[in-house]
């Protein structure tokens, strides 16, 4: 990520095999965006679904860029 991240301009959506656990370290690395597919949609539970994002998006605040 971090040397995409220096040669381009353009903001950088990691896609694949990132979940709640590891999604902190790729936020650090220097991803602006990342596509969470599976780990947000393994719940059939609306509520836990939301909750889910919750928690993603709290990431971003944690680790702003």
């Keep these: 990520i ?3 991240k220096s040669t381009h301009t353009t903001p ?4 694949g095999g990132i979940n709640r656990e590891n999604c902190g370290e790729v936020i650090r690395q220097g991803a602006d965006m990342l596509a969470v597919i599976s780990d947000v949609f393994a719940s059939a539970d609306e509520n836990e679904i939301k909750q889910r994002c ?3 998006n709290q990431q971003f605040s944690r ?3």
């Design 54 to 56: 919750k928690q993603l």
């Design 2 to 4: 971090a040397q995409i």
């Design 12 to 15: 950088v959506c990691c896609i």
């Design 63 to 65: 680790h702003p860029g």
